[in-house]
């Protein structure tokens, strides 16, 4: 696209910069854009869920039917909320903790291809990239913990840093598992790699079926979601690292947890199940491919976008299930889980994958 | 004004400001602060790799440097959240070996700067040839890592084949093998010491070992 408008300009290379800017800047909109309503959507059916789960009716009345103006009245309310700084905090690096936290939490999605080329920088080492940018999260809590000047929101920030240091390892083992049977590093080949029905899916071998779920633990862990919410557990620590901010800062770190939660449940789609290539592949069997013009081939991908988002819609709301249907687990049942079971467990899984892979190859 | 003119505006960005924060590092108080900094420093460097495409280098600069900053930063803010080490004041012989140290470094790098010219450079030019011929490092690293060598394409022809190489496979093992074992014994010293335990048996969750396990990673 970029070459496409180069050569529209062609006459005059003195705006060529123009150009860059300009479909940067629309590139990280759109990306913004998706994150944003996600966050909205994510709002109101986190009360949708929990109020079902409870047995209750959630939100009714907020805009009429179902309460779907609930997320920007909640937006609108945290707006007007005083902006409290503690007096003995870290000025500097308690207004910075929040920014840096949903940096880390967006950053990722540069890379993260949601159809065939539809990718802002593709990158051959996309889910390291990802790994990387997205581990840092954690930094903007840490730090946001330690400048409160509080000791709940450092009890908080420590809890945070153990249990998603921890966490990593079996994240990262349940990556390589998929990365090792894909072959690539590269998420467009690996989702390539699953074209088709459903059988195709990745989700489909025993092992990485069993990997997803391991994936899926570490994830909700990695976000610090419940029953894995420590960091924030409010009947023990009033509200973790997030005790002393209200307002619109409270607000950027809650973004910066949904944001990294849709980024974990696409990449799970896209190493588990499938990425935009659906259940039945109906783009292919539409005749939206590259065979029947231009045009039928972007509905094509337009088509596998949404399938992958909505895929992700579907981790996310997962997670929100295990939120409110499990307990909060103690300390020592956190790092139980992640040391004595997730870590061998995907181990396991590593190795049986290499065992499959090389058996499925021709073995010796 | 076409792509180069962003790449020069992103390198001096970037490398303003990983040699601003790296200043701060230097001159700050607060050891927190000074973490904060230096990860903004490193993070700033991996982004120079990135504009250099060396996307690999980049991703593993953020994972293991900043993210083992990220540990310093946990075990700092611990060790020393409201003690007496919050605020750190360098002594004037470390001044002078530090600024030693550093101005030697410095004049090395200046001397490679100077050998490799400016953009326009008849060496600069040479590697942005070579960078474009071989951009996808990745896999050529992997491959690498167990011996088997991929020769570049502009010296194909230049030398004769090197016998094959053993890679850095082993190297790499007994490294990690011996961190491995560090790691172990860091959680054998600082494991809570079993006790034999008294008449009253009050049943209660390993907490302490738990907690002291978690904060080796």
Same mark, same amino acid.
């Given at each position: 696209?970029?070459?496409y408008?180069?050569n ?25 854009a ?14 949708k869920v929990?109020a079902?789960?409870?047995d209750?009716?959630?939100p009714t ?6 309460g ?13 909320k ?25 950053t990722p999605?540069?890379a ?23 581990g840092?999260?954690?930094f903007?809590?840490?730090l ?16 945070e ?22 072959g ?5 080949q ?7 029905w459903?059988?195709h ?14 994936y ?25 690292f ?21 980024l ?6 896209i ?27 972007w509905?094509?991908?337009a ?8 895929k ?8 929100m299930?295990l939120?409110?249907?499990?307990p909060r ?7 139980a889980?992640c040391?004595?079971?997730c ?9 049986g ?12 | ?7 020069n ?10 040699c601003?924060?790296?200043?701060a590092?230097?001159?700050?108080g607060?050891?927190?602060?000074m973490?904060f ?7 700033a460097?991996a ?7 060396a ?26 959240a ?21 101005g030697?470094?410095? =004049? ?9 010219g ?11 040839? =070579? ?16 011996g ?10 230049a ?5 094959p ?14 961190l491995?074992v560090v790691l ?33 990673n």
């Open positions: 696209m970029t070459a408008f180069i529209l300009l062609a006459g005059y290379p003195a705006w060529h910069w123009l150009v860059y800017l300009t479909i940067g800047l629309v590139q990280a909109a759109l990306f913004l998706l994150a944003m309503l996600s966050v909205a959507v994510f709002n109101w059916l986190e009360r929990a079902r789960v409870q209750r009716l959630g009345r907020v805009g009429g039917r179902f779907w103006l609930q997320s920007p009245a909640d937006g609108l309310k945290l707006l007007c005083e902006d409290l700084i503690p007096a003995g905090a870290d000025h500097m690096l308690f207004r910075l903790a929040p920014y840096i936290s949903f940096c880390a939490a967006f999605y540069l993260l291809p949601l159809a065939p080329g539809w990718v802002v920088q593709p990158l051959d080492t996309a889910v390291f990239f990802i790994l990387a940018v997205a840092l999260e954690i903007g809590v840490i946001g913990g330690y400048a409160s000047n509080s000791k709940w929101s450092l009890y908080g920030a420590m809890r840093a153990a249990q998603v240091v921890g966490y990593e390892i079996p994240l990262g083992l349940c990556v390589v598992t998929v990365v090792l049977a894909a690539t590093l590269d998420l467009e690996i989702a390539e790699a699953q074209r088709g459903f059988w899916w990745n989700l489909v071998n025993p092992f990485l079926f069993v990997t997803f779920w391991i899926m633990t570490c994830a909700t862990a990695g976000s610090n979601r419940a029953p894995f919410d420590l960091p924030e557990a409010e009947s023990e620590i009033v509200a973790g997030m005790t002393e901010y209200s307002g619109f800062r409270w607000s950027i770190f809650f973004m910066a947890e949904y944001t990294a939660m849709l974990l449940s696409l990449v799970a789609a190493l588990f199940a499938g990425g935009w290539n659906g259940p039945v592949p109906v783009a292919s069997l539409l005749g939206l491919t590259d065979k029947n013009g231009p045009l039928a081939e509905c094509g991908h088509l596998g976008a949404c399938n992958l988002i909505f992700g819609y579907l981790g996310v709301t997962f997670m299930w939120r409110w249907t499990l687990l103690r300390v020592d049942q956190v790092m889980t040391l004595k079971y870590v061998p467990l995907a181990c396991a899984m590593l190795a994958t290499m065992a499959w892979t090389f058996l499925l190859r021709g073995g010796f | 004004m076409d792509i180069t003119l962003w790449h505006v992103f390198f001096f960005l970037m490398a303003g400001v990983a601003g924060t790296a200043l590092v230097v001159l700050a607060n050891v927190v602060r973490a900094y230096l990860i903004t420093s490193l993070a460097v982004g120079l790799f990135f504009l250099a495409g996307q690999f280098l980049g991703a593993m600069q953020l994972m293991v440097y900043v993210g083992g900053t990220l540990v310093l930063l946990a075990f700092g803010v611990m060790l020393t409201r003690g007496p080490l919050s605020s750190m004041r360098t002594g004037g012989g470390q001044w002078v070996l530090a600024a030693l140290l550093g030697s470094l410095l =004049a090395v790098l200046l001397q490679t700067v100077v050998q490799v400016g953009p326009g450079g008849e060496a600069a030019s040479t590697l942005a040839a =070579a960078e474009e011929t071989q951009s996808p490092t990745t896999a050529q690293l992997g491959l690498g890592l167990l088997v060598r991929s020769q570049p394409p502009g010296q194909a022809l030398r004769p084949a090197p016998p190489a053993p890679g850095y496979l082993l190297v790499f093992e007994i490294i990690s093998v011996h491995l172990v014994g860091a959680a054998y010293l600082a494991r809570a010491k079993w006790r034999r335990p008294e008449r009253l048996v009050i049943h209660h969750p390993p907490l302490a070992a738990s907690q002291q396990l978690t904060t080796d």
